[in-house]
């Protein structure tokens, strides 16, 4: 196997399992994260301490969707700046 081989081409390698595997999980991570956070803000209205958590929840949620967002966008640009683009 050549080290091209092994990288890919954007749909095989490990430049495929990176965008077709791992970046949806993590993106489904972030996202429960979040909503997890809106659902304990929501249901604890009435205790601030639990909204608190709900609040960072939230807050971590968020900004693992945009720094997820962020590097998928890197790496996209990274593989078109390369010409490995998938086909």
């Known amino acids: 196997m050549t080290f091209k081989q092994f990288i890919g081409n954007g749909d095989t390698g490990i430049i495929g399992i990176i965008n077709t595997v791992i970046v949806p999980v993590i993106f489904a991570l972030a996202f429960l994260v979040?909503?997890?956070?809106?659902?304990?803000?929501?249901?604890?209205?009435?205790?601030e301490t639990k909204r608190t958590e709900g609040r960072k929840f939230i807050l971590w949620g968020l900004l693992g969707?945009?720094?997820l967002f962020s590097v998928w966008g890197f790496v996209?640009?990274?593989l078109s700046t390369l010409g490995?683009?998938?086909s």
């Open 34 to 47: 979040f909503i997890w956070g809106v659902f304990q803000f929501v249901v604890n209205a009435g205790d």
């Open 65 to 67: 969707i945009v720094v």
């Open 76 to 78: 996209n640009l990274l």
């Open 84 to 86: 490995i683009m998938p």
